[in-house]
């Protein structure tokens, strides 16, 4: 069964670091891996998805890179701002349409 | 106009109560699923349906029984409530078989069994 584990499980960086966040699965057989943000009491934000055939993908300050066969995925902020403050999850789609959710880093950016 | 949306948004009952979460998303996912988030934060399925179908059925208590009337939507009504069951579920939608699709998430139900 796929387990999906994110380290570190909290950060805490001055403003205008850059960090990275990490995600490693146990199953490389997926379809995608999605990376979400989710603040206080609020949903989950998809903030990038790479596809099984893609290396990376990138949204502005983020980068999200994907090593499918080693079971890792990343997740690049450059700039840390506090508005990034929050937890940010990965999750692994397999067949049978499932998603796995990591157990997520919860990121404090200091001003 | 909100991609996935679920109501109420928090739900406070005592224990033995029935309740329901409402879930509807429009845009027009063939796959819509139930996730609990616990105290620690760790999602983890419930049930997802494909086109009114069950295709997934994780290990839940009889209690929780989801119903799909149509690919739109899907509720969750909750028996018997229990201490146990105060978590925060949540609703999303995908697209099966596409593997570039994302996948939407409600903004959650956050429900307290007192």
């Known amino acids: 069964k796929q387990e999906v584990t994110q380290i570190p499980a909290a950060l805490s960086v001055p403003e205008g670091e850059n960090l990275v966040l990490n995600c490693s699965f146990t199953d490389s057989a997926i379809y995608n891996l999605q990376w979400f943000r989710q603040d206080p009491g609020k949903g989950l934000t998809s903030l990038l998805l790479?596809?099984?055939?893609?290396r990376e993908q990138t949204s502005g300050r983020l980068n999200a890179s994907l090593d499918k066969s080693s079971g890792r995925s990343t997740l690049y902020i450059a700039a840390s701002q506090p508005g990034d403050s929050a937890t940010y999850l990965c999750?692994?789609?397999?067949?049978?349409?499932?998603?796995?959710f990591g157990t997520g880093t919860s990121l404090t950016v200091i001003p | 106009d909100t991609a996935v949306s679920q109501t109420p948004k928090y739900l406070v009952t005592q224990m033995g109560n029935d309740k329901s979460i409402k879930c509807e998303q429009n845009?027009?996912?063939?796959?819509m699923y139930w996730y609990k988030q616990d105290s620690k934060k760790f999602l983890k399925i419930m049930f997802s349906y494909n086109n009114k179908e069950l295709i997934i059925n994780e290990t839940v208590p009889n209690r929780f029984s989801p119903k799909s009337p149509d690919k739109a939507h899907l509720n969750l009504h909750i028996n018997s409530l229990e201490l146990g069951d105060s978590a925060v579920y949540f609703c999303?939608?995908?697209?099966?078989?596409?593997?570039?699709?994302?996948?939407?998430f409600g903004q959650g139900t956050r429900l307290t069994v007192v």
């Open positions: 790479i596809q099984s055939s893609q």
């Open positions: 999303a939608s995908s697209q099966r078989g596409q593997e570039y699709t994302e996948a939407f």
């Open positions: 999750a692994v789609r397999q067949g049978g349409n499932q998603f796995y």
């Open positions: 845009l027009g996912h063939d796959t």
